[in-house]
């Protein structure tokens, strides 16, 4: 099955940029999904098809997608951006179908 | 605006079923496919399945095969979704979610805890 591999933590200072990988075999091929989870809440879709942004995500949240590798952006790091951010893609050639990475808590120091 | 607010808290013992309800608003609900999503305790997100409510047909992770059933109620907009055979390994938060487009989940119900314990 379709593997995406993200790395368990990030830090940084608040306005700064942040970070966060996304790894799979040519992952560059698919749409790739991010999520903001906050703690006791439902996830959020903060960026679709690799670098598109839902309506009233703000435009320091952008994403993109290359080779073995997609990226989620956040630009000017803001203390409420603290969260578990997961990626995920669509597989069709995988019994699980929808696959998400493992997930990645940003802490902003 | 796009709402789906599910069924309240479960506790359960081993070996029995639940049943969770998913209800839709603000869309015409046979338009897009929903997806079932479970969290255990800090533990990441594992998508169980996904049906589509116009036709029923339903996809579900090799995983969870021969365990759950996906189903809807078109005329209350209302998804569910049936967990058989439970263990204590099946407590989690159990989410559902409207997916969009190259199968974006867009839009996610509240999440229903269901608790396994003897």
Redesign the interface.
Known sequence: SYVLTQPPSVSVAPGQTARITCGGNNIGSK?V?W?Q?KPGQ????VV??DSDR?SGIPERFSGSNSGNTATLTISRVEAGDEADY?C?V?DSSS?????????TKLTVL | QVQLVQSGAEVKKPGASVKVSCKASGYTFTSYDINWVRQATGQGLEWMGWMNPNSGNTGYAQKFQGRVTMTRNTSISTAYMELSSLRSEDTAVYYCARVSGTVALNSWGQGTLVTVSS
């Open positions: 749409s999904h999520y989870q439902a996830p959020v879709l679709y098809d839902p997961y995920q669509w019994d699980h179908h929808v696959v998400f990475g493992g997930g």
